[in-house]
């Protein structure tokens, strides 16, 4: 199956082109206007994402950090391509996070092969946590349920990141301590404490972490009431 991607230009001859390069190799969706994008956003999940610049009433940087706002983003890489070569746009795109910055004589091959690498690395070191409608976001350190943010301690994030991983084998006390806290002493009741308003806050997710005697904690689905 072909990774998708999504490329967004005011210029239909650039969306033309660029959708012929990538095609061969990538499911491309085009998008005329950010707004296009944007509302289609949420229903796709993309490997990566191309952006031109200068457009329009919402210009690329703009639409970057839409993006990399919104609670459907996967992390996955933001490339931007564009004609406008000048070094303080490039510097500028990727102090602003854009993984890699193309300009419009990139040969197919070579626009071909960086995309292709910036998915690939993506895909093997993803910063996206995703537990059906749970997903947390470790780049910005945010958790979404249903798509809502659900605001968390660090040290409620990092307690739902470590058994989300581990899921489904119970994590001990002494691993969860030492990975967590580092080492530090910490009571039951403080654990329990943190479990408990982790909990609290997503109520509304279809599993919960039981703290389990002699094993530890451990995600399992949670019981209707």
């Not at 470790?138 to 301690?153: A, F, G, R, S």
């Not at 094993?215 to 019981?223: N, S, T, W, Y």
């Amino acid at each position: 199956m072909k990774s998708a991607v999504a490329y967004v230009d005011d210029s239909q001859i650039n969306l033309d082109v660029i959708e012929t390069i990538l095609s061969t190799d990538f499911a491309v969706s085009t998008f005329p206007k950010p707004s296009l994008f944007l509302d289609h956003f949420p229903k796709t999940s993309f490997s990566a994402i191309l952006l031109d610049i200068h457009m329009p009433s919402i210009d690329g940087f703009e639409l970057y950090d839409k993006i990399i706002q919104h609670a459907h983003y996967n992390g996955c890489p933001i490339l931007i391509i564009s004609s406008d070569t000048s070094h303080t746009l490039r510097i500028r795109s990727l102090e602003l996070g854009a993984v890699d910055f193309m300009d419009r004589a990139t040969s197919p091959d070579e626009m071909i092969a960086r995309v292709k690498s910036k998915i690939q690395f993506f895909k093997k070191h993803r910063s996206i946590i995703e537990f059906g409608p749970l997903k947390v976001n470790l780049t910005l350190l945010k958790t979404y349920l249903n798509n809502h943010e659900v605001p968390l301690t660090f040290i409620e994030l990092k307690i739902l990141c470590f058994v989300l991983r581990n899921y489904p084998d119970p994590v001990s006390k002494d691993v969860l301590v030492d990975n967590v806290w580092k080492n530090v002493q910490v009571l039951d009741a403080t654990i329990h404490t943190h479990v408990f308003n982790l909990n609290a806050k997503l109520e509304k997710w279809d599993h919960e972490i039981q703290m389990i005697r002699n094993k530890g904690i451990q995600l399992v689905p949670r019981e209707e009431e």
